[in-house]
């Protein structure tokens, strides 16, 4: 059933857009000289362009990946903005020096208002650049380091050579290749040996203009001991035609660091969202992926750990809603290389109105990874007929003495419970969007309180209008 | 909606009125002309064997979907509520204690109640701090474990568990006609004791509140004590009387009744019940 744009985004608060100002735009689509560009514009060393220009060949000569569901193939690779590039300036420090019109969309997502609040650092992105930043001034004294990747790669040219593209080399697969080459923006976080950032730094991505592409990367290093929690969120107006988010994010955490990533993606429902994760993990080192998926068009996205010292453990918590015109193809990977690894994935799917949702997930035990743990959990609720919920689980296990559990599970909004809630006095769409919020309880439990009722908020919107 | 005396109480004047209510589930007639009329602070027993359609009635007058009404009408203090979506008979003051309450997960329980508070008593309950007092309140009186708030709705509950939470639904919703369907099913003797003490609380403090307790046994009516009784078969009452019909059912059981209307026992048995 054809459903016009406007409709599928009638709920959707953040789909209003700014006139463009911007101090530099790219010509629409993608070739060396674009790449070029971008690295001039950004005063880089040479071996960065050089490493652009590798990635773009490599991006020209891989094929789409085949495996979605979903069709690829009408992305214009040459009608897209590569680089938009808001204001002269690089990252303000001071809300005031950040162009009103940006401010006043920043302030309408609620940003200032977080960084007050609850947040340790804070970075905005507006296109392709990162307008905002800031950390407290008490942890940037305990030498933690929280910046924008390109700010990260002036400052700390070292550190970013050491650590740039070794979890996921360009040569991953075609968005890996095509982020490499023209990224800009991200985050670029180091956090010393034994230093706890308790409370969480916050990246957030807005996507202003009409086809645009936008490729930030991010790359976080957990020195020995270090914890830190990442949050990020996104949103784009909505367009009638498509705009691209490609992202890649490394994360490194060495020996007995705590790295927790926690996404909420909300993009309008005209954006592709095509993102490599990667973290590797060292002896008795943890890594989590918190990762929720509620907007976009497309989204292709398999957090994924590499276990690679003892003990170390991963667990990834995937949630996703697909509603109309909408494919969520997410999951997660773990790779177990060294011994005593303990990993779980976990990954919650609902769609409505004909989405379509897929978990797609690999966990890998290596010959040597004695006595790991591993669990995958499914569970897919579908709220009508005509939504499709699918399940790719790739289980490869090369070691013998391993522990691992799989589980799967579909289930319906059952007339019962239905029943049983609106004989309590709620509504059909109370009653629904109760049982779809017990249903990602697992996950918004594991958020900071201001952002699980900023999810239910979101699911109770997307729950209303589809029913009689 | 209001609930204070001001309502207009209909012809009789009585709270809550059924009159020749015929229900079919799935294309078979359950109830055949069911006539029952209870006034304001009365409760009514209503007992019968598997199969004679208790359960169907309770899931008719809350609305479930399945349960087809085909002729009668039922009448909330005047108001004919047949029309209206269940929690709009919730609203205006009906209640079903389940038999077999159904388990949302991922719900907790003290957030859904403050949700259904909200839903039905309206503004006057959103204040959190009183919603919390009250909510303590009524689960000592219950002798409910405080962390049974953070746990999921009826998830895992033993059977015990469910019928109280059922019952602290009842007392934190405050309805005008209570329907408790085997609020005793399944329970030992000290908890049929706690379920009624709940019971019997929320009728003192709620002493217009009118009861309809279908049971199978009359241990329970020992503690909640009826003022009228009836006799359920093949979808209709056979029998009325007062608390000593409960002492002649429990000497005698069902058969002379049901001998003497001519209903032999095989037919009551294939009844499709619910």
Redesign the interface.
Known sequence: MAVKAADLSKDYKYGFSDPEQYAFKSRRGLDREIVEQISAYKHEPDWMLQFRLRALDIFFKKPMPTWPAADLSEIDFQNIFYYLRPTENSAEKSWDDVPAYIKETFDKLGIPEAERKFLAGVSAQYESEVVYHSIREDLEKLGVVFLDMDSGLREYPDLVKEYFGTVIPAADNKFSALNSSVWSGGSFIYVPKNTHVEIPLQAYFRINAENMGQFERTLIIADEGARVHYIEGCTAPTYSSDSLHSAVVELIAKPGAHIRYTTIQNWSNNVYNLVTKRAVAYEDATVEWVDGNLGSKITMKYPAVYLLGARARADILSVAFAGAGQLQDAGGKVIHVAPDTTSTIVSKSITKDGGRAAYRGLLKVAKGAVRSKAFVRCDALLLDEKSRSDTYPSIEIDEEQVDIGHEATVSKV????L??????????T??KT??V??????FTKELPMEYAVELNRLLALQMEGSIG | MTHTNGTYHGASGALFEIHDLHVSVEGREILRGFNLVVGHGEVHALMGRNGSGKSTLAYALMGHPKYLVTHGSVRLEGEDILALRPDDRAKLGMFLAFQNPIAIPGVGTGNFLRAAVKAVRGTESINALAFRKELAERMQHLQIDPSFATRALNEGFSGGEKRRAEMLQLAMLKPRMAILDEPDSGLDIDAVRIVSDGINLVHQQQDRMGILLITHYQRILNYVRPDKVHVMARGRIVESGGAELVQQLESEGYDPILQRLGIEDTEEATSHGR
């Open positions: 059952s007339d019962e419970q029943f049983y809630l609106q004989s309590r006095g709620l509504t059909e109370e009653a109760m049982i919020n017990g249903f990602f309880e697992a």
